[in-house]
């Protein structure tokens, strides 16, 4: 009940703040405050002091898209302005910017995944996950879908569409949902009518120089308005980073802090990408029952396109097997494989149209070495060669569909260490091995006729219990002669931490395609390894159990592609520190399409830029 009660509380948050944002547009004309001319044009907290001259960013202010490589879809780069030379003409073009890249995204629909992990406190660890909740779907960046859910009827039904949202979230259903009042400061009134902006300072963000603003809504401007701060980047002018809430909220609730950044993944515009939201106050005393985190991301912009090139790829490689194969007719064993590589590569390519695996790319060539090292030391000869593939999602799965293995972002996210990768990959060599095939009923295209909201529903490739066992102690074989049979010691520990946190990630451990890593809070994956290794203990600070959520993968939320993150090591300085399969505040470095440095900032930063601490 009490897992019902907090989610409840979740959607109504969230809905009740698409509800606000929407009920106030109706409203607005009648609202607003009678506009001062003179005040509306020139916010006198937006004038800047001598010192604090916008950039001059661009006497030759490149045109976003000059000299880069056209983007996989064509997104017409916006126009390029004349440079600001006040910060009012700096809060004009960045207003102007946010409205056009509304326009430009209207017609997208990416997937949306938010992960979220309840907080109690622990004397040892501080805060950590009690319970989790997931929820993936397709964010339809269009501006009815709000309008839609919502503000249909009057207030009377509100609840029970709220609640029917509530069902939707919770049961964890593949199709469109109104998120998008997270992505944008305000849909509809990002103006001057209903929002102060006051100048703070320029900061870095990554490679980034940019203008920090304050925005506050004016009185009367309506409920649930952006109230927090934002940072513009200093050559198109775009919002690339958010913090703050709504406000005011309306009685008896209130919204959640968010802080929002997007990344320049097309020439000219910067692209929501990731979304952290925090609350709670564990400070002694204080009696706050709401305390979470979560992570959303959103990527899957570019779908349409999915799955072209890999079908060229296929027809290739089917015409050069089929001349090399001296005219022959297929033998039942070699139709039977034929049939099973039709079926997967239908899998491969409608899993990866709907959004849910990363082309090909950098992190399959890391997982196909493991793979390989199992296989070489086992001589392990297979008629076709193992592939894998990068489930996008964050919930911990495995899975195999012919001879493709397919691991969760979240999975690799957690794993310690590469003996760990090898042990969950082992587990999908053995099924392959064994021939545990399952799948080829999707050889039949009519099978995969179905809409992406619908891939939940229509895919899966869960084993029955008798060849779970059999693969895992299969793998179990394969890891003890191979290069990692003196690393199990880490599986071990893996394993042990994550049947400390099985009980209370209840939502991450949910499988959505394969079998489950653990079920009814315990763990069952390679229960024969569960027991190497030292004993479990989080004091000890160079025991590195498990790792947060998000410290390995990243995805390009366009075009999907996923690639290893290089980071520093941090070193570890309390138990605190761990956190395994936590979620964590994103923090990503943020460069310019392409990466290009412009070179005429040195100077004019050296100019312009006398005291900013950068
Ligand atoms: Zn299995």
């Known amino acids: 009940m009490r897992t019902s009660n907090w989610i409840l509380t979740a959607a109504l948050l969230v809905s009740v703040s698409a509800a606000a944002q929407q009920a106030t547009d109706s409203q607005a004309p009648a609202q607003q405050p009678v506009a001062d001319a003179a005040q509306t044009a020139q916010p006198q907290q937006a004038a800047p002091a001598p010192d604090q001259q916008p950039p001059a960013p661009a006497a030759s202010q490149p045109a976003p898209a000059a000299a880069q490589p056209a983007p996989a879809a064509t997104v017409a780069p916006p126009a390029t302005v004349p440079a600001p030379t006040t910060m009012d003409q700096v809060v004009n073009l960045f207003i102007e910017r946010e409205h056009g890249l509304i326009k430009v995204l209207s017609n997208r629909t990416p997937v949306v995944e938010t992960y979220l992990q309840n907080l ?71 103006d001057r009518e209903h929002y102060d902006f006051r100048y703070v300072r320029r900061e870095f963000l990554g490679d980034v120089r940019c203008l920090v603003f304050d925005v506050t809504p004016k009185p009367k401007s309506g409920r649930g308005r952006f109230l927090g701060r934002i940072w513009i980047e200093d050559q198109g002018f775009n919002i690339v980073r958010l913090n703050g809430t709504y406000y005011p909220a309306p009685r008896n609730s209130y919204f959640f802090h ?100 990363a082309p090909e790319g950098d992190v399959d060539r890391i997982l196909q070495t493991v793979v390989n090292n199992l296989e070489v030391t086992n001589n392990i000869d297979l008629p076709r060669p193992v592939r894998t593939r990068v489930l996008l999602t964050s919930p911990l799965e495995t899975f195999s569909v012919g001879n493709t293995i397919v691991i969760s972002r979240g999975l690799v996210d957690v794993l310690p260490d590469e003996a760990s990768l090898a042990a969950v990959l082992s587990h999908e060599l053995a099924h392959i091995v064994l021939g545990h095939n399952l799948g080829s009923k999707y050889a039949f295209n009519d099978r995969m006729l179905f809409s992406d909201d619908a891939t939940y529903q229509n895919l899966g490739f869960k084993h029955i219990s008798e060849e779970e066992t059999a693969a895992d102690k299969k793998a179990v074989e394969f890891l003890k002669n191979s290069p990692y049979a003196q690393k199990l010691d880490n599986v071990g520990l893996f394993l042990k931490a994550l049947q400390q946190r099985a009980g209370s990630l209840n939502a991450l451990l949910t499988t959505h395609l394969g079998n489950p890593l653990a079920e009814g809070g315990q763990v069952n994956r390679l229960s024969a390894l569960s027991t190497q290794g030292p004993a479990l203990d ?66 004019t930063a050296a100019n312009s830029t006398p005291n900013t601490g950068n």
């Open 120 to 190: 109690t406190a622990d004397p040892q660890l501080g805060p950590v996950p009690s319970e989790d909740h997931y929820f993936l779907g397709r964010l339809d960046m269009g501006e009815t879908i709000d309008r839609k859910d919502y503000l249909k009827e009057e207030e009377k039904s509100m609840q029970q569409r709220l609640l029917g949202g509530f069902q939707k979230l919770y049961k964890v259903q593949y199709q469109p949902m109104g998120f998008s009042w997270m992505v944008y400061a305000d849909r509809t009134d990002f």
């Open 258 to 357: 968010m802080d929002s950044w997007r990344l320049n993944l097309i020439p000219g515009y910067w692209v929501p990408s990731f979304i952290y939201s925090e609350e709670g106050d564990f400070s002694a005393g204080v009696k706050n029952k709401l305390a979470f985190k979560a992570q959303t991301r959103i990527w899957g912009y570019d779908l349409k396109k999915g799955g072209k090139d890999d079908e060229l790829t296929n027809i290739r490689v089917d015409s050069v097997q089929d001349s090399s194969a001296t005219a022959q007719d297929a033998s039942p064993l070699q139709a039977e494989r034929v049939w099973q590589q039709q079926a997967e590569d239908n899998v491969v390519d409608r899993l990866t149209s709907a959004g849910l695996l």
């Open 538 to 603: 989080n004091g000890k600070l160079d025991q590195i159990a498990a790792l947060p959520l998000g410290g390995r993968v990243k995805v390009n939320p366009w075009d999907d592609k996923a690639e290893m993150v290089k980071t520093a090591p941090v070193a570890i300085t309390s138990a605190r520190d761990k956190m395994p399969f936590e979620v964590t505040p994103f923090f990503p470095r943020l460069s310019r399409f392409g990466g290009n440095v412009p070179t005429a900032v040195p100077t």
